[in-house]
């Protein structure tokens, strides 16, 4: 994913896999990357999200009440749920190993999909299904 612009490296993940060129770019103005060393915690349970986050390059943990029920990589994302659904952070996410990170703050990512309809739609559906799962944020 290393030699991908930011809008094409998200077109790779499922969560936008939905979205136009026009709409992938809109995301990709809104991102920050960031590179950061193992043992950095990402999200912390219970606490509010103001981010969005996608995996570029590396692992992270997704712990829950102290034990890790998940691993993740390059392209998954985490936050959405958080974001939209205005509840507390259902875990805390720590990174694995060194990770390259895209994150979308809370502003950003509320005038994204208030903008661009067709996000939000993509994104609530997305949030939907896992949700359904249990997956966490």
Known sequence: MKDLTTDERLAQVPLFAGLSKKELVAVSSLATRLDLTAGKELTKQGETGNEFVIILDG???????????????????????????????TATVVAKTAVAIEVIGRREFRGLVDDQPAIEAQLRAVMAERLDADDID
């Open 59 to 89: 692992e992270v943990n997704v712990v829950i009440d102290g034990n890790v029920v998940a691993t993740r990589g390059p392209g998954d994302y985490f936050g959405e749920i958080a974001l939209l659904s205005e509840r507390p952070r």
